[in-house]
T-cell receptor, first 108, second 113 residues
Framework: DAKTTQPNSMESNEEEPVHLPCNHS???????IHWYRQLPSQGPEYVIH???SNVNNRMASLAIAEDRKSSTLILHRATLRDAAVYYC?????????FGTGTSLTVIP | SQTIHQWPATLVQPVGSPLSLECTVE??????LYWYRQAAGRGLQLLFY??????ISSEVPQNLSASRPQDRQFILSSKKLLLSDSGFYLC????????????FGPGTRLTVT
């Protein structure tokens, strides 16, 4: 499994963009990069995933470095509902290995 | 649409008692199924996954076991609970392999006393 490094915590002001970084320097060529988030006392929720190209969906954007050793999850306008723990998970199969993620605090 | 159910939502059990947690998925067929555990203040730990009926892969040695008696039913069991088994147990499903989303259930919060 590719090992990941994420900041333990980050803060953002409401309605401002948030860039959540993740380093995955041991990622293999077939690993997708998945992002999930978890609100308190709930199961994780899928956010976005990508392989090589940058990806956009209604929730967020994913910027993947050209060497794929790092990626950044971008929330374009943080809301209070975005306060959660964000997990970056490289993987090529069924098994997802969640680390401790980044706890995002959104300040009103 | 697909839904995933877990029960019970909360459970308090004494040390040494048995455990059975059930997870069912609706609206899909032949899903991949997963059991995770999250200890207090920790990340999620994959315990078991299954790609089909009767096919169980264990990720972590422990006193827990899993079974998949039906296509959309996944059961987590223990014959004798330990204090260290306390945590938030999550079931998840996915439709395929690489690049597919995992969808998580509401979870069961287990406290072993």
């Amino acid at each position: 499994d590719a090992k990941t490094t994420q900041p333990n915590s980050m803060e953002s002001n409401e309605e401002e963009p948030v860039h959540l970084p993740c380093n995955h320097s041991t990622i293999s060529g077939t690993d997708y990069i998945h992002w999930y988030r978890q609100l308190p006392s709930q199961g994780p929720e899928y956010v976005i995933h990508g392989l090589t190209s940058n990806v956009n969906n209604r929730m967020a954007s994913l910027a993947i470095a050209e060497d794929r050793k790092s990626s950044t999850l971008i929330l374009h306008r943080a809301t209070l509902r975005d306060a959660a723990v964000y997990y970056c998970i490289p993987g090529d199969g069924n098994q997802f290995y969640f680390g401790t993620g980044t706890s995002l605090t959104v300040i009103p | 649409s697909q839904t995933i159910h877990q029960w019970p939502a909360t459970l308090v059990q004494p040390v040494g008692s048995p455990l059975s947690l059930e997870c069912t998925v609706e609206g899909t067929s032949n899903p991949n199924l997963y059991w995770y555990r999250q200890a207090a203040g920790r990340g999620l730990q994959l315990l078991f996954y299954s790609v089909g009926i009767g096919q169980i892969s264990s990720e972590v040695p422990q006193n827990l076991s899993a079974s998949r008696p039906q296509d959309r039913q996944f059961i987590l069991s223990s014959k004798k609970l330990l204090l260290s088994d306390s945590g938030f147990y999550l079931c998840a499903w996915s439709q395929g392999l690489a690049g597919y989303e995992q969808y998580f259930g509401p979870g069961t919060r287990l406290t072993v006393t």
